[in-house]
T-cell receptor, first 118, second 114 residues
């Protein structure tokens, strides 16, 4: 069974702390994504990565950075957490266009991390 | 640019009644369209997808969706709602790039009443 796992289901941090959210996939996927989910706004893309050490900004990258040192692992970093970063964070992965062709858009999601910043 | 509009942020249906969730899209390329479901405190799970071919797409848990190009719609239906269908549903369209990005709608929360 294919799987995307996230390091924590629930996380509580204080303003100004550095926060790491980890995501691991076991499907040998090239593409990995970080989203945040807020009521009424759907999913918004923060960053994505299409290969090891490669990253691209999504729609809302401000206040976040990412790291991808290994193919299976994609980390989201909040350099200095703020209360407006309280949200649900979802990680996803997919095949690259060159391997997946018609199925490369299908994304597989982790269970999410609900982050509260106090 | 691609975008998705889901009509209705909340839908309430009676158990056994038809479930109809509306999704309209805009896309500058032939659309790939997706419906995902999110059960409470879980990630998103693919319900069904349309890429090419047959415009009526069947998915898991008795759901289906019909791609209508003339109406730029991809509405999701299920003939008879079950209590276990209570969840949030997201429509998504592929972004025209090589990275596999998706543009998601705002979501529709479905409540099923006995």
């Amino acid at each position: 069974d294919v799987k995307v796992t996230q390091s924590s289901r629930y996380l509580v941090k204080r303003t100004g702390e550095k926060v790491f959210l980890e995501c691991v996939q076991d499907m040998d996927h090239e593409n990995m994504f970080w989203y945040r989910q807020d009521p009424g706004l759907g999913l918004r893309l923060i960053y994505f990565s299409y290969d090891v050490k490669m990253k691209e900004k999504g729609d809302i990258p401000e206040g976040y950075s990412v790291s991808r040192e290994k193919k299976e692992r994609f980390s989201l970093i909040l350099e200095s957490a703020s209360t407006n970063q309280t949200s649900m964070y979802l990680c996803a992965s997919s095949l690259s266009f060159f391997r997946g062709r018609s199925s490369y858009n299908e994304q597989f999601f982790g269970p999410g991390t609900r982050l509260t910043v106090l | 640019a691609q975008s998705v509009t889901q009509l209705g942020s909340h839908v309430s249906v009676s158990e056994g009644a038809l479930v109809l969730l509306r999704c309209n899209y805009s896309s500058s390329v032939p659309p790939y369209l997706f419906w995902y479901v999110q059960y409470p405190n879980q990630g998103l799970q693919l319900l069904l997808k349309y890429t090419t071919g047959a415009t009526l797409v069947k998915g898991i848990n008795g759901f289906e969706a019909e791609f209508k190009k003339s109406e730029t719609s991809f509405h999701l239906t299920k003939p008879s709602a079950h209590m276990s269908d209570a969840a949030e549903y997201f429509c998504a369209v592929r972004v025209n790039d090589s990275w596999g990005k998706l543009q998601f709608g705002a979501g529709t929360q479905v409540v099923v009443t006995p």
